[in-house]
């Protein structure tokens, strides 16, 4: 249950992820956000990482393969490309797009981990699948004919799979040390990494910082990076991949919900249904079985 709870924790906290982006996304463009929101998760951290990491960097050292995959797939290869989506391509695409990462979830783990698909698995996905569609068509499913694609849909399907990837490499990789530690390294590194492109990237988009972009980068600093990361993985270690993607699925229905409650955005049939699909899905995925 604990694993269950810190994975819904990730969700909820990426979802104001989501809906902040929303608000200031035309004003912060992804390099520079995901730059400035991976220095502040870092400088939360740094005071109390360092003194280990300094006195373990041998150590760490020795595994410095596991934090540069680390960093590529949790931090700069599942977020900025994320932010990049958000200006280029629709929400509906983006949606539909994102509904691939608990799939590949469940294929990864057959795969490289050799863990077993059970039947319950498979048809909760499916009906996840099935109420995510329908939430984000409106309940109109002609609507999928009609799509048109964009040079975002490539990022978006850059961050389902480095998600995926991301949430298997941590299961088969365990962290064996301090999460605070671990942290600290993966966004350390993915700052400085990044900087360089961000500030090239200042003098095409134009950056903006008010009052909202400013609690925006702290909100996704500390909450969506350190608070969200440290909760999956831990979900992950505890209830397995597999679990924690059919979890993942309710990320819409969190995002469709936010927006109604915080953005003005109307309810709908289609939110009704397809959330009563989605969370059937979710409890189909999670009861205990019976012995």
């Known amino acids: 249950m604990y694993g269950i709870l810190l994975a819904f924790t990730t969700i909820i906290l990426w979802t104001g992820n989501v809906l902040l982006a929303r608000v200031i996304g035309d004003t912060l463009p992804p390099l520079t956000l ?8 870092f400088l939360c951290v740094a ?85 995510i569609i329908y939430l984000m068509v409106g309940g109109d ?30 299961r088969r990789n365990p962290i064996n040390g301090n999460m605070v530690d671990f942290l600290a390294i993966i966004f350390g590194l993915s700052a400085v990494a990044l900087a360089p492109f961000a500030v090239l990237e200042s003098f095409y988009l134009p950056v903006v910082l008010g009052v909202p972009q400013v609690l925006a980068v702290l909100y996704a600093g500390i909450f969506a990076a350190i608070v969200s990361l440290w909760a999956w993985n831990l979900a992950v270690a505890r209830i397995g991949p597999s679990k924690a993607g059919i979890i ?16 003005g955005e109307t309810l ?10 989605i969370i059937g899905g979710v409890v189909l995925a999670t009861l205990p079985r019976r012995v």
Request: hydrophobic share 60%; with cysteine; proline share 4%.
């Open 34 to 41: 995901t730059v400035l929101r991976n220095i502040v998760a």
């Open 268 to 277: 709908t049939r289609a939110h009704c249904l397809g959330g009563a699909l």
């Open 47 to 131: 005071p109390f990482a360092m003194p280990r990491i300094w006195r373990r960097r041998r150590e760490l050292l020795a595994r410095k393969r596991f934090y540069i995959y680390a960093t590529l797939l949790g931090v700069i290869l599942m977020n900025t490309p994320l932010y990049a989506a958000g200006r280029l391509t629709l929400a509906l695409n983006m949606g539909l797009i994102n509904v691939s990462s608990p799939v590949l979830i469940l294929i990864m783990a057959r795969i490289v981990l050799k863990e077993p698909i059970a039947f319950r698995t498979i048809l909760s996905a499916a009906v996840c699948v099935f109420g």
């Open 248 to 263: 993942y699925y309710t990320f819409p229905l969190f995002v469709a919900a936010g927006a109604i409650l915080l953005l």
């Open 141 to 170: 499913l002609e609507r999928l004919l009609q799509l048109d694609l964009h040079m975002g849909d490539l990022f978006m399907l850059v961050t389902s799979v480095s998600f995926a990837a991301y949430t298997i490499f941590i």
